[in-house]
């Protein structure tokens, strides 16, 4: 074997294997007993590390029976008999061989975002004015349709109307198991091309949307102290709601001092709901601030990776008069915009994933 994507994955699971032993033996140690926090972290790396270790030990023992057979198959000194047995053996081994070794390429590179079953996303028109609104809406009628098909429940966080029906911009939470594998791909830019409603000279015109997808994880390990932390801004709500809107100061709006990031909702009634909600956004978009902190520290090679979830990427068109959608992080053409559209994401997804795959995997 050469020093090939298999040979890499294989040496980063030994380490991870080395790493699950090593902290095995700090949990024996009498002072980290003691250290209550110490062991909470460590129960928790370990946590993560068994559910690549124990299968990679059991990918171990196939490869040495397969690696046992081959070289009892090749030795003209031994038993005829021995040697046909382990003819007979070798094609199942490799069988075997290649069915664990691909689970794991699939966990190594899927393990975090798989463990990820909660995610809010935030919709917003762009450029293209009632237009950009109207696909505000489409888009989220068509992650409605493909959640349903998954089984994903979905919750509108807030949301903003437009005067045509459409939507200047909703927040959704949506949960499900492994939800951000499946929509974790859809962050950045999405343009539309198509003839809008008020144009009476049938002319197509280019109008923009931007989609993120925040990871909700279960634990997330950002700690922010709202006191200290985060600024908070009180006052009244806008728009429709009778007389509480205008007498009751509910709207609430926090900015996070350090980096700068501010969360507003104003959907609730109750100032003490809209609380609860700005600051469950407001951890999300730390968590992911940081996570891409991370991965530019990581390697300069994350560039070249999908999924990044960057608004100002554009990484799809939905044109309307070729009935086309095109993904461009993949070059990747669909002559079947409608059903798109009414939530058969299934082949564009499945493609995201495959080419991420491989992209992480090249990266070891």
Known sequence: MSDSVDDRLIAKLQELDDRHDELNHQMADPAVAADHVRLVAIAKELGKLRRLVH???????????????????????????????????????????????????????????????????????????????LFVRDLYEMYLRYCERQKFRVEVIEQSGSDMGGLKEITLTIKGGGVYRHLGYEGGGHRVQRVPETESQGRVHTSAVTVAVLPEPEEIDIDVNWDKDCEEFVSRAGGPGGQNVNKVSSAIKLVHIETGISVSMRDEKSQHKNRAKARRIMTARLFDHHQQAVDKERSAARKSMIGSGDRSQRVRTYNYPQNRVSDHRINLDLYALEKVLQGELDPLIEALQTYDKEQRLENL
């Open 55 to 133: 299968p990679f030990r059991d990918f171990r023992k196939t490869r040495d029976h397969l690696l046992e057979a081959r070289s009892i198959s090749g030795d003209t000194d031994q038993d005829k008999d021995l040697r046909t047995l382990a003819d007979e053996e070798i094609p199942e081994l490799q069988a075997e061989y290649d069915t664990r070794l691909d689970k794991l390429k699939e966990s190594v590179v899927t393990s975090d975002d798989a463990n990820i079953n909660s995610v809010i996303v935030e919709i917003r028109a762009g450029t293209g004015g009632d237009e950009a609104a």
